[in-house]
DNA sequence: TCTGGGGTCCTAGGACCC
DNA sequence: TCTGGGGTCCTAGGACCC
């Protein structure tokens, strides 16, 4: 048997760990740049508040209802999920992390008809040692403890946490469960099920394994099957990215070379100390640039630029460089940028590099530099030190580059002394 | 005026091989 | 007129997730 835990409204509740105050308010958490709205209180969603929507086109709701605005605060919520994850970790002996608030934990180790006291212990502990509110929904697969998690969430009586453990418990959970809020069944999916007149999880289950195939083809399948009570669908815990990516909205178009290829050096050394952190080097870079998607007014352009290096790495000052010249191929002056971003691909464990006998660089070397220069950051902070290329060399933007104006604390010591270092 | 960010898996189709 | 069969590997794009 599977135990999903799923932390409630997990950034809001993040926010609320610090302001007591906020309990019973409807309070909404931003995506980047204050655009969306990524994450709602009950409250919030009892206004109808709906998940993703531009902010500023609930302007008035949120004045009317005095409704609390954070904007994301990433370091934070990774703390807390933490907090909570190793919590969980302790108390089975199989743990798959799923998202920064849902796992999947393994119950086998105890016995039936004490997975559900066990579980709501789990609950009461975490609230009170940690602040984070979770739900926990048991059943023999992944798809139905996700189904069973929802109904924890959604009748206050469950007390957190729901099982399906029986034929009935699963017939009747099904039966009154919408398809579309199938773990796996999306929005082309939802569609072509409802062509066969399937709206619930229950009447999905009941059409033939061929006509699921046909349709969904295998992804459909394991969900089907999952629904069956069989357990199908594997989540190992890839213990390397196969992907980082930074990518960001600007709060203002930029336009001018010289401040987008900071951001996008900012970018990539992001991405590179992701990747130091796993002890992984990546062979491919890909960075691209583009308009705002949403501005009619002006004609889009989508640059994006794909480089395989000979050697793979994961210093910096390597890719801030290759990711530049990259960049520089495919600029165009005079084009509103709104988002741009660096993404590290081809990434495989540092160990499995093999050394190339015609290679012309002193990788020791860069390497001991690397090394000297993260003991800085993580002895001082993050940007601590910074190459020059992170900065711009021109002051011509005065507007701010990013907006975040409701962010919460981050207890954390704010650094004044930046050394620069030529790149 | 203003609209997020970061991932994974699967499939079809092309390139290439014998 | 008529142009095989079987396989692997890679990539781009679609779909989905939180």
Known sequence: MYGLCDCNNFYVSCERVFRPDLEGKPVVVLSGNDGCVVSRSNEAKRLGIPMGAPIYQLKELVEKNGVVCFSSNFSLYG????????????????????????????????????????????VKYIKRGVGIPISIGIASSKTLAKVASKYAKKYKGYKGVCEIRSEEQRIKALSEFAIGDVWGIGRKAKAKLETRNVTTALQMTELPSSVIQYLLHKPGLLTWQELRGLDVIDITELPMKQSVTTSRTFANSITEQSVLEEQIANFCAHCARQLRTQHSVAQQIYVFAHTSRFRTDIEQHYLGELITLTMPTSNSQELIHYTLIAFRRSYRKGVLYKKAGVVLLKIMPESAVVPDLFDTKDRSKDKRLQQVLDHIDSRHGKRAIIFGSQMSPTQSQTAPIFKNEHKSPLYTTDLKDIITIKS
């Open 79 to 122: 703390d807390l999920s933490d907090r909570v994850m190793s919590i969980l970790r302790q108390n089975t002996t199989r743990f798959e992390q799923y998202s920064i608030d849902e796992c999947f934990i393994n119950l086998d180790h105890i016995p039936a008809q004490e997975q559900k006291p066990y579980c709501e212990r789990l």
